[in-house]
């Protein structure tokens, strides 16, 4: 297992150390109405505490942009691929049916995609179920919801 992994994993961790060493480096203690730092004598200890805390949480950081860089990348991929597969199906699209595809995309209703290309009702509900097949769904909304990819 390799060195990011392991700090992926164990994350949430950097945090609870960084913030228990953080408690301990200020930790205060009353005496007869006297506060002082518990370990107020000894400075670099307390320094050091602190460092290394701040390491921790820095690296809780990096451990978290590296994170969101990947998922950023795989939902790119993800959509990069889904892009690529509607191209593909829409090129199985004849020319009228392409035509009655970008219209319903433009939101366009039946009555006037029917109206535009001069076509009948039972015409144009044959396009939409050839696209409907072609693109593989069932719904207009599904139509344009695979349309914003």
Request: charged share 25%; glycine share 2%; hydrophobic share 40%.
């Amino acid at each position: 297992m390799n060195l990011e992994k392991i700090l992926s994993k164990y994350q949430k961790f950097l945090l609870v150390i960084a913030i228990v060493l953080s408690s301990i480096a200020i930790s205060i203690r009353s005496n007869d109405g006297e506060i002082k730092l518990v370990l107020g004598n000894y400075p670099v200890l307390i320094f050091a505490m602190v460092v290394v805390s701040s390491f921790f949480v820095a690296l809780y950081f990096q451990v978290n942009r590296r994170k969101i860089s990947s998922l950023s990348n795989q939902i790119r991929e993800h959509s990069k691929s889904k892009n690529e597969r509607i191209s593909e199906l829409l090129n199985d699209l004849t020319e009228r049916q392409r035509v009655v595809y970008d219209l319903i995309i433009l939101g366009k209703t039946n009555k006037e995609i029917m109206t535009k290309l001069f076509i009948e009702q039972s015409t144009l509900k044959s396009h939409i179920n050839q696209i409907y097949k072609k693109l593989n769904i069932q719904s207009r909304n599904e139509l344009k919801s695979k349309a914003n990819y």
